[in-house]
């Protein structure tokens, strides 16, 4: 069973930084890509980021280009998120996944969630 661990959430203001980090207890951590999705307040889930496994591509919802970026360290089998210039809007619990295969595609496992708070 994939084990995955958030950390560095926290409050922040509007134009700051925040690194998000995932701990990932996953035998073929290696194998399959890696992502972060995230939920607002009274809002669905929505995915914002994915690297895919061996970090060569990575993808980005629209209103996170150019300010988030995700990477992944295989060696330590951990997966980041760096958020710049971060808004209100981005404001919610950020989740980490983990992916069936190489590529996005069905998700595998979810961690328990880091909260993210922007305030303007």
Not at 4 to 29: P, W
Not at 30 to 47: H, I, L, N, Y
Request: glycine share 10%; charged share 20%.
């Amino acid at each position: 069973q994939a084990q995955l661990v958030e950390s560095g959430g926290g409050l922040v203001q509007a134009g700051d930084s925040l690194k998000l980090s995932c701990a990932a207890s996953i035998r073929t951590f290696t194998s399959v890509a890696m992502g972060w999705s995230r939920q607002a307040p009274g809002k669905e889930r929505e995915f914002v980021a994915a690297i895919d496994f061996n970090g060569g591509h990575a993808y980005y919802r629209d209103s996170v280009k150019g300010r988030f970026t995700n990477s992944r360290d295989n060696a330590e089998r951990a997966v980041y998120l760096q958020m710049n210039s971060l808004k209100p809007e981005d404001t919610a619990i950020y989740y980490c996944v983990a992916y069936e295969s190489m590529s996005i595609g069905p998700i595998d496992s979810w961690g328990q969630g880091t909260q993210v708070t922007v305030s303007s």
